[in-house]
Each structure stands twice: as C-alpha cells, then as structure tokens.
C-alpha cells in the first residue's frame, strides 16, 4: 500500500472516528440503552433490530427504527421474553416486515431462555440461529459484522464496547455496495464480488495499517465518501 494511501486512511479514522457524525444514524439506538443503564440484553437486542434495519436513507432507518421501539415501549428484552409480538405482514423497513421481525424475537426469546448474551455466536451461527438464513460460504454478512463491531470496538468514541470478551482485532470489515465502491477506488480490493473474500481482502488490508483494530479502516472509508461524495 502506498505511504499516502496509508496516511490519508489514518487521516479519515482518526476524523471521521467521533459521535458527531453518528448521531442521527442506526448505532445511535443501542448508545440509548447504554445511557438509560439498561441491561446487557436491552443492548443487544437493539444492536439486532437497528443493523437489521441499517439499510436505505438515514432518515427512514432511523424513522422505521423508532418505530419497532415504540411498540416495544422501549423495553426491548422485556418485549421479547413476553412472547407476545406484532406479526403481520405490512412493511416494517423496505422489505421487512413486521412478521419478519416476530421471527427474530422468537428466536431471541429461545436464545435468552439458555443464555444470557448473544457474544458466544459466531457470524454463522447469528445468520442461522437469529435470522434463520441457510449458509451461505460468500455471502458478506454486512449487517451481522456491523453490530459486531458496534458491540466489540472499545475505544470509548462511537462503538459502544459491551461485549468484553471478543477481540476487535478478530472483526471483519461490514461490506455493502458503497464500502466496496470506496475501497475499491483506493486500491484496497481488485476483486468484482462484493461476497465475504472481498470482505476479509480489504479487512486484511487495514489489518496492515491497525493490526489490532482493523475496522477502525470503516470510518476511514466513511471519511472517503463524505470527501468524495460530488
């Protein structure tokens, strides 16, 4: 990798790596259950239904977010446990639907019966245990390595850093069509599939640059698309 490219990435981290950018953005609904002290499992359950939903305009996210909180009176662990969930098949967010969503807290509501957080799951094991998705060996799992990173990074600025006993050095980058457009376009990727090679290629990059923390490279391409966004 080339000394600028290196120097522009820890340029963007270190910038784009602060709350103020993320305030009206999906995250921002498990840092709410952080700031009421709620439980662990409040937490979780958040980081699941907002990186679910992280997908489209900011404002309808967040919109279709608060939403799915508001029927669950903002007490989402408790909604889940009581078994009780609207389950009907009118939009939640785009093409989810609320019967989508039931799903999810019935399988949250067998997961918690045993457990008392979701850390132990792998990537895998969310996609099948949680979403009920068959394997898929390419597929990115954008959205599941999103709430990874949001519950693992710990360096107390916009990750929220609940889950303690997971390493952020062993994360992988959340990979859609615009994180791929803007490694792309530094040279961190010359692959054409944006499936989960692609993923580890560009995490191994930053691997390079944050051997302990390479995901702290995602806000570094955030920073590329709010300088590159005419």
């Known amino acids: 990798m080339k000394k600028k490219t290196i120097e522009l990435l820890q340029e963007w981290a270190e910038e ?11 995250i921002a609904f498990p840092r709410e259950f952080i700031r009421r002290g709620a439980s662990l499992q409040d937490i979780e359950i958040a980081a699941v239904f907002a990186s679910h939903l992280a997908w489209g305009r900011r404002a309808m996210i967040i919109r279709d977010c608060e939403r799915l909180f508001d029927q669950m009176e903002w007490r989402p662990y408790e909604y889940v446990m009581a078994g009780s969930y609207r389950d009907d098949d009118t939009s939640l967010h785009r093409t989810v639907k609320w019967s989508e969503a039931a799903g999810i807290c019935r399988r949250l509501c067998e997961w918690y019966t045993w457990h008392d957080s979701l850390e132990s799951l792998s990537v895998k094991e969310i996609r099948s245990i949680i979403f009920r998705r068959k394997d898929d060996p390419k597929a990115p799992d954008k959205k599941i390595n999103l709430m990874r990173r949001w519950l693992v990074r710990n360096d107390g ?8 006993d997971s390493s952020p050095a062993d994360l992988i980058i959340p990979l859609d069509v615009h994180v791929y457009g803007q490694a792309s376009a530094l040279g961190l990727t010359a692959r054409r599939s944006k499936d989960l090679r692609t993923a580890e290629e560009i995490t191994a990059r930053f691997r390079e640059i944050w051997p302990d923390d390479p995901v702290l490279g995602d806000f570094a391409l955030f920073g590329y698309g709010v300088t590159h966004n005419d």
């Open 16 to 26: 784009y790596n602060q709350p103020k950018y993320f305030e009206e953005d999906p």
């Open 157 to 164: 600025k916009v990750d929220l850093g609940v889950w303690k």
